[in-house]
T-cell receptor, first 113, second 112 residues
Framework: GENVEQHPSTLSVQEGDSAVIKCTYS??????FPWYKQELGKRPQLIID?????GEKKDQRIAVTLNKTAKHFSLHITETQPEDSAVYFCAASKGQAGTALIFGKGTTLSVSS | KAGVTQTPRYLIKTRGQQVTLSCSPI?????VSWYQQTPGQGLQFLFEYFSETQRNKGNFPGRFSGRQFSNSRSEMNVSTLELGDSALYLC???????????FGEGSRLTVL
């Protein structure tokens, strides 16, 4: 079955710096790659997603890139702010919406001011 | 619009007992999936239901089961509880038109 590896497990940056989190997936049939943010004690929430027919997607300070050949995708956060501190999970799935998401183990991002 | 509602929010059980967790999806969402969250393993997929049918199942033992009712509400059951089943169980619903999952706040299960 699908396996998603996520690196790094922890990431500490200064406010204003950029942060990059990388994920690799194993199943070439996966075609949907979302990123979820989970603040301490709260539920995971979708922040951005990308489908396999797109190489890059941007939403204000966050962007996701996808390399289908290498089977990896990355989350880029620019101009980080303390409120970006959270656990970030990448995931992969195949098939239509609502299908099982296989998550990476998460990256704890700490942004210090 | 009300969000995904999970009950109970917290529960404590002893080894060998069984537990049933409930999830009410966002109105109009027909897909409901369940995830187990633990500090070491992150978010692990348990199963997904769509229109009362199990559409996908994760790699968990048969002690973990679920079902979905005609109103899209879902329940999951864990029988013969083990210490390692202690976790936050998250339910998520999806409208089906996008890939986004909307998570509930979870049911935190502690097995003693």
């Amino acid at each position: 079955g699908e396996n998603v590896e996520q690196h790094p497990s922890t990431l500490s940056v200064q406010e204003g710096d950029s942060a990059v989190i990388k994920c690799t997936y194993s199943d070439s049939a996966s075609n949907y790659f979302p990123w979820y943010k989970q603040e301490l004690g709260k539920r995971p929430q979708l922040i951005i997603d990308i489908r396999s027919n797109v190489g890059e997607k941007k939403d204000q300070r966050i962007a996701v890139t996808l390399n289908k050949t290498a089977k990896h995708f990355s989350l880029h956060i620019t101009e980080t702010q303390p409120e970006d501190s959270a656990v970030y999970f990448c995931a992969a799935s195949k098939g239509q919406a609502g299908t099982a998401l296989i998550f990476g183990k998460g990256t704890t991002l700490s942004v210090s001011s | 619009k009300a969000g995904v509602t999970q009950t109970p929010r917290y529960l404590i059980k002893t080894r060998g007992q069984q537990v049933t967790l409930s999830c009410s999806p966002i109105s109009g969402h027909r897909s409901v999936s369940w995830y187990q969250q633990t500090p070491g393993q992150g978010l692990q997929f348990l199963f997904e239901y769509f229109s009362e049918t199990q559409r996908n199942k994760g790699n968990f033992p048969g002690r973990f089961s679920g079902r979905q009712f005609s109103n899209s509400r879902s329940e999951m059951n864990v029988s013969t509880l083990e210490l390692g089943d202690s976790a936050l169980y998250l339910c998520a619903s999806s409208p089906g038109s996008t890939g986004e999952l909307f998570f509930g706040e979870g049911s935190r299960l502690t097995v003693l």
